[in-house]
């Protein structure tokens, strides 16, 4: 069944004078998608991310989110998209619950129980409720963070901007907030725009990335089609009790085996055309040449590989 | 425009505001000092010293260049009760229009520069709250306090100005309410608005909120002014004189705010991001 679509940019340009930041930026996010922005410092993913969110107004192009256009009504955008900016954008002489307090009334949660118990919720997911009361000048770096994600969350918006997410968050909390965006995808069907610089993040929660650098858009796709096409060739790391030259003649004669390289005394690189097809034909031939495979490791390229090989080469 | 969502803003503003004692601390001290001090030094402090005579001759010279209808309210009156007098009437009342000047630029000046400042703008600009709404709830709460100050200042005074004048004359005397009540409900709000209107376009191009209150604090230049001109008596604040303040501040107010809201947008305010 095909998805709504929830995000959709077209050609968006943004200058300041004559520096372009963000040039001819195209995409869509589908309904309930968790898409990932990525790029270096200055690659223009903030910019974006204020376009959508109606505090900059594209100098060229369209967006649309929950089909309101950015430009034309960026009132009825704004009630349903949330957003966590770069800073947390707290304010810090009030407390936890008057930040969100205020946050979801400005969203239009007037309802007095339906606001108390959503302001309740969020901070008990967040384990800010025993904090509560506490101004949130007072607060941890990553206690801030929560608090300012729990804010962008407080009116249910079906679409969210998440700008760093996980900054400044212990591993256990950060882990807590991926839980929470999968969830928000998968249960709740909240779109989500994720811009990032962790890969891991993206890794994990994203079903596709773009990656941006200079304002343009280098690459779009899934994690895996990325990681595929960008990362270079594939490799078995196979682990043996002891190598000989009759094993590594007998791999290196397979077809489909491009190249053997013994690592180290007990380690086998072989370079393979694919995975699946190959891998049990080089056990075969390992442990009919005598070998004894302890471990058998296909080299996935990474998405750290992919997004710093496409950085390179946008570079030169 | 949405009122409610103004009055969220105010509310909002209003409790920071009042947890920051770098705003409410002058809020609260220089009405204090002009509302409560000032008179009671004039009051008291020649009835314990033995400068009668000098200030009484020294006062002769300025009740020389004081108009006629002055001179006629203090005739009769004993060189302490004259010196009294003419202080708390005319010399004091421009200090008036410093309290609600200095209370709405320090709190317009927090409100929409400190906001900047603190890079807590971006998320309030992200809400569904309209250019105007977030202009007029920021409005109301550098101009509801300040008219607060100020009028509670004034009751604060009258009632120093009658208490002392009793204690030291066994007589009661009140400023000249023909000066005062036009002076403190008509004058001080109209320059309050002008104040908080130069503040929003202060604060636009500014990055923070001591740059945004230095350069409002400039605002105070015209009223020292008419402190000097009311003391050499080339000006004096009369019922006249306040009329025409009144309408020409209003005049001011409107231009000051149509430029203001004019220059009041988002991709405004977030370009001078610190």
Known sequence: MPRNVAVEAEDLIRRFNSFTAVDRLSFRVDEGEVFGFLGPNGAGKTTTVRMLACLLSPSEGSCKIGGYDVSREPLKVREIVGLLTENPSLYEKLTAYENMDFFAEAYGLTDLQEKKSRIAELLEFFDLWERRNDKAGTFSKGMKQKLAIARALVHRPPVILLDEPTSGLDPESARSIRDLIKKLSSQDRSTILLCTHRLEDAEKLCSRVMIVNQGRSIIVGSITDLANRMGGQKVLLVTLKDTSLKTVEAVGSLPHVKEVVQASPNQLTITVDDFDSVTPLVVKSIVESGGMILTVNPLIPSLEDAYLKLIKEAKH | ?274
Do not use: C, H
């Open chain 2, 1 to 274: 425009m949405r009122f409610d969502k103004a009055l969220l803003i105010f509310r909002k503003d209003w409790r920071e505001i009042r947890r920051n004692w770098q705003v409410i601390g002058p809020m609260i001290v220089v009405p204090l000092l002009l509302s409560v001090m000032l008179p009671v030094l004039i009051g008291l402090v020649p009835s314990f010293t033995s400068t009668q005579n000098s200030s009484t001759r020294d006062l002769e010279s300025v009740l020389r260049g004081l108009p006629n209808n002055i001179r006629e309210e203090v005739s009769g009156l004993s060189g302490q009760e004259i010196v009294f007098y003419i202080m708390i009437s005319y010399f004091f009342a421009p200090f008036f229009l410093i309290i609600p000047v200095m209370a709405s630029t320090v709190i317009a000046s927090d409100s929409f520069a400190g906001e900047k400042e603190r890079r807590t703008i971006e998320a309030l600009l992200a809400s569904p709250i309209s250019d105007g709404e977030l202009l007029l709830g920021k409005i109301l709460v550098s101009f509801i306090p300040s008219m607060f100050v100020t009028f509670g200042s004034f009751i604060v005074y009258s009632t120093v100005v009658i208490s002392t004048s009793a204690y030291v004359f066994g007589a009661l005397v009140m400023p000249p309410l023909a000066v005062w009540i036009p002076m403190i409900f008509g004058l001080t709000p109209v320059l309050s608005l002008t104040a908080i209107g130069l503040t929003v376009i202060i604060s636009s191009r500014v990055k923070g909120f001591r740059e945004a209150q230095q350069i409002s604090g400039l605002l105070l230049i015209p009223i020292i002014i008419l402190v000097l001109g009311q003391v050499s008596g080339a000006l004096i604040l009369g019922p006249l004189i306040v009329g025409l303040l009144i309408l020409v501040f209003a005049a001011i107010d409107l231009a000051v705010f149509v430029i203001g809201v004019r220059l009041f947008r988002r991709e405004e305010i977030l370009s001078k991001l610190a």
